[in-house]
T-cell receptor
Framework: QQQVKQSPQSLIVQKGGISIINCAYENTAFDYFPWYQQFPGKGPALLIAIRPDVSEKKEGRFTISFNKSAKQFSLHIMDSQPGDSATYFCAASMSSFNKFYFGSGTKLNVKP | GAVVSQHPSRVICKSGTSVKIECRSLDFQATTMFWYRQFPKKSLMLMATSNEGSKATYEQGVEKDKFLINHASLTLSTLTVTSAHPEDSSFYIC?????????????FGPGTRLTVT
């Protein structure tokens, strides 16, 4: 049973546009929701993370929106750049240092 | 962010041999380390969780006798793939956490590409 569902599987965005990736979870015990960026042949790198006590967190061009009642969270990348082209994974955990349940990943392609 | 290294970054071995992959936390003490496996264009699949000085906890379906995990110190965990076969070829990634310290974040290593011929 997949604990975290991620969509879309792939996304093409023009340079300067907004990239939006969505995730949904089932387990209400989850209280830590990170997003990771992964380039081919590299390990995932933490982009931004949120806890359920806030509905939005912004760091630079990256924003997480969190809807606790709907059990959904999303990543918004503003002013998308070709360098943002990578695979993005959402995850959920019962704490930041417990095991993560990863989404299936979204391959983002930002066209110049 | 904190630094986690893996060695080797790439390894090719013959079927039937064993391969050891090291995961080190370079600038913090990792109370917990995780080992993941990732197939091409797929998500990360957790294999096991290890706490320093304790036996690793394996996820369902992961053979503990085939994937030996040792977390001997707060900065080093090793994954040994025993009697490797071509189907074990994959990208193996570790992550490390300082627990409630350092904000409790998990930091991932750069991964090890294993190819079994």
């Amino acid at each position: 049973q997949q604990q975290v569902k991620q969509s879309p599987q792939s996304l093409i965005v023009q340079k300067g546009g907004i990239s939006i990736i969505n995730c949904a979870y089932e387990n209400t015990a989850f209280d830590y929701f990170p997003w990771y960026q992964q380039f081919p042949g590299k390990g995932p790198a933490l982009l931004i993370a949120i806890r359920p006590d806030v509905s939005e967190k912004k760091e630079g061009r990256f924003t997480i929106s969190f809807n606790k009642s709907a059990k959904q969270f999303s990543l918004h990348i503003m002013d998308s750049q070709p360098g943002d082209s990578a695979t993005y994974f959402c995850a959920a955990s019962m704490s930041s240092f417990n095991k993560f349940y990863f989404g299936s990943g979204t391959k983002l392609n930002v066209k110049p | 962010g904190a630094v986690v290294s893996q060695h080797p970054s790439r390894v090719i071995c013959k079927s039937g041999t064993s391969v050891k992959i090291e995961c080190r936390s370079l600038d913090f003490q990792a109370t917990t380390m995780f080992w993941y496996r990732q197939f091409p264009k797929k998500s990360l699949m957790l294999m096991a969780t290890s706490n320093e000085g304790s036996k690793a906890t394996y996820e369902q379906g992961v053979e503990k006798d085939k994937f030996l995990i040792n977390h001997a110190s707060l900065t080093l965990s090793t994954l040994t793939v025993t009697s490797a076969h071509p189907e074990d070829s994959s990208f193996y990634i570790c992550s490390a956490s300082a627990g409630s310290g350092r904000g409790g974040e998990q930091y991932f290593g750069p991964g090890t590409r294993l190819t079994v011929t």
